[in-house]
């Protein structure tokens, strides 16, 4: 590569500094411009880098020196962002979910196909060595056919530590949309593309209190099933059961467990880059822990958006556009088929995403082709 892409990133909230560390930190890229619809807001996040210019969407959108967009404005902004950029002739990185809806994420993917360019979308976090592990593990046989896996995230709602949590209970939010893309993405890139789901939610509370910042105590509105349960068959035929919640204090269950039919796995945050894999294998009492096998280390959000600015024209970057739809699409289903009470099959076709291999084993920019579920 001749010299670093140049990243122009709308929406500087609360995000947009882990991302900002990120973009520094890799040589493939480079923070050049920031906008807010708040231009003081966009003024405020650039002081820390030098190189990065404040302007408005629209100047940010229209400057020839912009190559990719990252988009982490909320997400019933996202299509709109991203239609923008895609018109500007310009690829993008949007952070998750795609969109609110698979009708507008729709919209962008054929845009971008138009315009010859492409679409990136969060999360990243399964291309560290948490994730990446334990679909090592999986693929080298040490739980042998994978049969089913559980997702847990119950917390009691973000409005607890956000100073602007409105989105979270808006369409498009919920603790499914905010979550679950970590938990799902993760699924896929475990057990492969979804075929069919069953879904059910509940609404506790018709308003939340916000619990930080200048807003403390404001009463918003809620909009979205705030428990969300579901589940997913893979076209593995392997079995996924999920749990999403803002309607729970604690729970003491693992983020993610892999059951095969010669042992278990326990999987760690799919929203952190790393963390334990624990093996069991049948007939042992103990668990043991598995040492680092692939992934990124040290990775930070942004790993993804360097991996799509570095993938081949003709190939699907990692954190790609067909993914980021696929998991929007299953997690609209399950909360049609919530409202419905009947199952609903996925339509998108989905590749199982590339591994990654650890650096000194082939580095990130590693060959291998996204490997089959073992007995699959
Ligand atoms: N907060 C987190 O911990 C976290 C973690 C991972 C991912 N995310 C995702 O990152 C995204 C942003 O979350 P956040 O917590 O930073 O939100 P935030 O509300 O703190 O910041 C969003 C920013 O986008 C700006 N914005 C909104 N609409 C815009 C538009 N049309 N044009 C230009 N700017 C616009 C807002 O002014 C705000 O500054 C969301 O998609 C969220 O799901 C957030």
Redesign the pocket.
Known sequence: MGRPVNVGV???????P?YAETIERLPELRLAAV????LA?ATEAARPYPGAEALS?AELLADPRIDVVLN???????A??ALLAIAAGKDVYC???LAATTADAAKVLRAAAGAGVRVGC??DTVLGTGTQTARKAIDDGLIGRPVAATATMMTPGHEHW???PD?YYAPGGGPLM?MGPYYITSLVTLLGPVATVVGAGSRTRDHRVIGSGPRRGEKIPVAVDTHVTGILAHASGALSTLVMSFDAAATAAPHIEVHGERGSLVVPDP?HFDGTILLSPVGEEARQPLPVLAGHPGAG?GVGLADFVTTPAGQQPRAGGALAYHVLEVMESLLASAGSGAAVTITSPCERPRPVSLPATGGPENPEPGAAVPGA
């Open positions: 709308v929406g500087c909230g609360v995000i947009f882990q906008a807010d619809l708040d807001r969407v982490l404005t909320i997400p019933a902004a996202h709109e962002i952070e998750k979910p969060a999360p956000h100073p602007n989105f905010d929203n959000r």
